[in-house]
């Protein structure tokens, strides 16, 4: 069995962090955009990893219905590259970080 960026450390760089990292929807599919080219190159998926899966989410105490509380807590890892310019991030979605309010909020 392989392992995610075959067992070396990674972390996002500059280059998708601080807003920089936008994407859009095509039907339910959710694509990413290159941040380094300037019209809208979509990022290829090349691998993800389940970083974290838990039984509880603590956020779930703050949000009422009880229908609209996470099943679990998560993070995705994915790593994505651009066939145009070929940069090659990384990238996660979680439910476990921040949880709310506008994006010009995110890290402040």
């Known amino acids: 069995m392989s392992k995610f ?6 972390h996002g760089s500059s280059a998708v962090s ?3 990292l936008q ?9 990413f955009f290159c ?7 979509m990022l ?7 970083r974290v899966e838990q039984a509880d989410n603590p956020y ?23 066939g145009k310019c070929g ?4 990238v996660k979605v979680s439910n476990l970080g921040w949880q709310g309010g506008s994006h010009n909020a995110v890290g402040k």
């Open 23 to 31: 994407g859009a929807t095509d039907t339910d599919y959710f694509y």
């Open 60 to 82: 779930n105490e703050q949000l009422k219905p009880k229908e609209l509380k996470a099943k679990k807590g998560f993070t995705l890892a994915f790593k994505v590259h651009c």
């Open 44 to 50: 290829r998926v090349l691998d993800y990893e389940v």
């Open 18 to 20: 601080g807003g920089k």
């Open 5 to 10: 960026n075959n067992g070396k450390p990674y």
């Open 87 to 90: 940069l090659t991030d990384f």
């Open 35 to 41: 941040p380094s080219c300037p019209d809208s190159e």
